[in-house]
């Protein structure tokens, strides 16, 4: 007696794989999505604490009318953040050139830091 898998086997296994396949690629490309997404907002985070570390020690040139553009080039070259700090996973980790906007806000009495990948030029 032969042994082995029919056709219809074979077929069924394959059907199967098919199936799970069309459920767990989607489910798998969105983690890595999400992913994505919290190291990227965890890297704001660090660039927006960075900022106020600067704000820190340089007041004299912050202003509660007037909105600065702080770059992450200063931050480097000022020693608060390694350039290897700063790749942006959501872009094929290239490296983060972005700009962290400071303004005061009479609302709450202090200064707010917003991170904007746009660089300080525009």
Known sequence: MKKGFTLIELLGVII??????????????????????KVYDSQVLMIERTAKDWATE????????????????????NGYIEQTELRNP???????NGCIVINYDNEYSKYQY?????PCDN
């Open 16 to 37: 199967l794989l098919g199936i799970i396949g069309t459920i767990a690629v989607p489910s798998i490309t969105n983690l890595i999505k999400d992913s994505k997404q």
């Open 58 to 77: 340089n007041l004299e040139r912050l202003s509660e009318t007037e909105i600065i553009y702080l770059s992450l080039e200063e931050l480097i070259n």
């Open 90 to 96: 959501l872009n094929k980790n290239k490296i983060m």
């Open 114 to 118: 917003k991170y904007t990948d746009d």
